[in-house]
């Protein structure tokens, strides 16, 4: 589950790589989602664009208003975060400010996700 408050090079970067985590691990019914907190009117067809351009098939995009979803106290500060869960647990939190997201970062997240996914197939 992914939250983020605009498009960037390196949440794209997450995109991509999430959904093939996602796409690889379907045995176990892994799923993945972004929750783009925006009130920007052109970002559906952004969002239209981004899933055809990289071919995402695997993960959802949605968009929410800017503060995001109800209860989830998504950090002010945070530009993107991510929690990784299973069986409604958190198994992981990142959360990164403008600039933050960086290559480093995606693969520890994909690590993350990837780690969780086996022990759900357990």
Same mark, same amino acid.
């Given at each position: 589950m992914v939250f983020a408050k605009e498009t960037t090079p390196g949440l794209t970067s997450l995109v991509k790589k999430l959904d093939k /985590? $996602? /796409?690889? %691990? @379907?045995?176990c019914s892994a799923g993945s989602f972004i929750?783009?907190?925006s009130d920007d009117k052109d970002l559906e067809a952004k969002l239209k664009t981004l899933a055809e351009k990289e071919s995402l098939k695997n993960t959802v995009l949605t968009i929410d208003n800017p503060a995001g979803p109800k209860g989830?106290?998504?950090? !002010?500060?945070?530009?993107? $975060?991510v929690v990784v869960y299973l069986n409604k647990e958190a198994k992981a %939190? &990142?959360?990164? @400010? @403008?600039? +933050?997201? $960086?290559s480093a970062?995606?693969? !520890?997240?994909? /690590?993350? &996700? +990837?780690?969780?996914? /086996? +022990? !759900?197939k357990k």
């Open positions: /985590a $996602t /796409a690889a %691990n @379907k045995s929750v783009f907190m989830m106290k998504i950090s !002010k500060d945070a530009d993107v $975060t %939190n &990142f959360a990164f @400010k @403008k600039g +933050e997201l $960086t970062q995606v693969d !520890k997240i994909i /690590a993350e &996700f +990837e780690k969780v996914a /086996a +022990e !759900k």
